[in-house]
């Protein structure tokens, strides 16, 4: 089931879990919370979106989502598998074939979308015609061709099966992967392949028709590999130039992304074929906070960012709205006349609340009641998705200047009564381990801290375990210098002797009590050997 686990994971970022049982805060680049439990009397309970992991500092517990609903609802890991791959849609019976099955099935797709963009781009060379329109028309280069991996999908009915199938592929395989039609042919024809690209590889096509033809462009299904809700374009290619820069710009197309690469500006991703999503922008929050939006201005694009900002909610994201294309109607036709001019509209952003209240006076008449008060309810709707107390009364008394009246009116005209976040139960009890949490600590400055020389205490090797190693590490430690984190080392080495010796004697004491009912005293006798030696030790 590993492989369901980590479709999972995909699915449901860590925040959302733990969020239907907590109210998290940021704090940085992480989350706080009170714990669950009720065992803290500060915020204490810390999430890591970004290594996909909780913990629970003054519980001692920590993991993933699937260790956190065990916790929080009292069930076994298979309960929790369920419960979660139902709130995801995932279905568990696709797995049932065993992991080993279904990896081959993946291994299988991902060989045929590489071979299929490596036929792709030498059917590119091949053809003069579709080279003059990819590097002449479409103004790319040989290195943004390369980078992106374009190539040409031949005008032809079976030209690719033929090909995958004299390299072993069934087309039941070839249909798995996206690249066939209903008629057991050939998907894409007469097309501009773009490959979609992630960490792993190709995953899917975006392809734009030559000649004439419907649609457009058409864009691969969803498949074990590609989905469209979590797919960012570019960002493979961005990702470095997104952390240097520390923005990202998205736009609407494909073609946009491509163009912005080769004019400089590699920080632009775009979503594949559907709206931006929750997961999308959570997607590049974790890279970086200052998230600019190159859209249309028209009622589409407004749209499309009244929906960003009420995503964008508690990510703790800062949205922007690019919008001076200089006459052009998008990034790409922007860049066609002048690179420099789209290099600089990037800079000219301004927010995008501003942007989008700017929109609604254009379109309303605010000289008249009706459109007074059209205008106060479209703003007073926007402004509820502003978290931030401080930034949205600057907005309200800036809508309510606009309309010559007072905050109180306008909130009374709007009546956003904002109901608090219903929290589900916590359906368990977590006593605090201390053992637990000393080892952790203990564990995290061997790990992270750079620390040797301890014995008794195993080195953890799970992924998940050690990522929550590094969080406690970072929370607790991430300032200690080398001199203090060894001292703190033994003194933890102590206390978990210590502790674990408390924890074993307690243990046996049930033990003897359970031997001494019983009346066998010969196992009660060896109990109570082992209780002294452990109290001696103390």
């Known amino acids: 089931m590993e492989d369901a686990k980590e479709e999972i994971r995909a699915r449901l970022p860590v925040e959302d879990v733990v969020g239907q049982y907590i109210e998290l805060k940021r704090a940085g680049r992480s989350l706080k919370g009170r714990s669950p439990w009720g065992v803290d009397k500060t915020p204490s309970f810390m999430v890591s979106p970004e290594k996909g992991i909780w913990h629970d500092f003054s519980a001692n517990k920590g993991g993933d989502i699937f260790s956190f609903i065990m916790e929080v609802e009292g069930v076994s890991f298979r309960e929790a598998l369920e419960k979660l ?15 080993k099955k279904l990896a081959e099935r993946k291994r299988r797709m991902k060989e045929i979308l590489e071979l299929s963009c490596r036929y792709y781009q030498f059917c590119l060379t091949k053809n003069k015609k579709v080279c003059e329109y990819v590097f002449y028309k479409r103004n790319m280069n040989r290195a943004t061709v390369k980078e992106f991996r374009i190539g040409y999908a031949p005008n032809q009915g079976k030209a690719l099966v033929q090909f995958l199938g004299k390299k072993g592929y069934k087309p039941s395989e070839m249909e798995a992967a996206g690249v066939l039609n209903r008629f057991k042919g050939d998907l894409f024809r007469g097309r501009m392949m773009v490959p979609f690209i992630d960490t792993g590889g190709v995953i899917g096509y975006t392809a734009r028709i030559l000649d004439q033809g419907e649609p457009k462009y058409l864009n691969t299904p969803e498949t074990l590999l590609f989905n469209k809700s979590r797919f960012v374009f570019g960002l493979v290619q961005a990702k470095e130039a997104i952390r240097e820069q520390n923005f990202v710009v998205i ?37 970086t906070p200052d998230v600019r939006l190159a859209y249309d201005g028209d009622a589409a694009g407004v749209n499309a960012t009244e929906r960003a900002i009420m995503l964008a909610g508690d990510l703790g994201v800062n949205l922007s709205v690019i919008s001076d294309y200089h006459g052009a109607k998008d990034p790409d036709e922007l860049i066609q006349k002048d690179p420099e001019l789209w290099k600089q509209a990037v800079q000219k952003h301004q927010p995008a609340v501003d942007w989008l209240l700017g929109k609604y006076e254009e379109n309303l008449d605010l000289s008249s009641g009706p459109g007074k008060k059209e205008y106060a309810g479209m703003a007073m709707k926007l402004l509820k998705n502003v978290p931030d107390a401080v930034e949205k009364k600057h907005y309200m008394q800036q809508v309510a200047r606009k309309l010559d009246c007072s905050i109180e009116d306008l909130q009374e005209s709007g009546k956003v009564v904002e109901s608090p976040k219903r929290l589900k139960k916590v359906a368990s009890e977590v006593k605090n381990d201390m053992v637990s949490g000393v080892k952790d600590n203990l564990q995290a400055i061997m790990v992270y801290g750079g620390v040797t020389g301890i014995k008794g205490v195993e080195m953890p090797e799970d992924e998940t375990k050690l990522k929550e190693l590094e969080m406690i590490f970072d929370t607790r430690y991430g300032g200690w210098d080398s001199v203090a984190l060894e001292k703190e080392a033994k003194e933890l080495l102590k206390r978990y002797k210590v502790e674990s010796s408390k924890q074993e004697v307690e243990r046996l004491t049930k033990e003897l009590a359970t031997a001494e009912e019983k009346g066998d005293d010969e196992t009660a006798a060896e109990i109570l050997k082992r209780i002294m030696v452990l109290k001696k030790g103390e």
Do not use: C, F, P, W
């Open 85 to 99: 791959a139902t709130q995801a849609g995932v279905e568990l019976k696709k797995y049932g074939g065993g992991d």
């Open 251 to 287: 736009v609407e197309g494909n073609m946009d992304v491509i163009s912005s690469h080769q004019a400089g500006v590699k920080q632009a991703v775009a979503t594949s074929g559907t709206a931006m999503t929750e997961g999308h922008l959570k997607i590049l929050s974790r890279l």
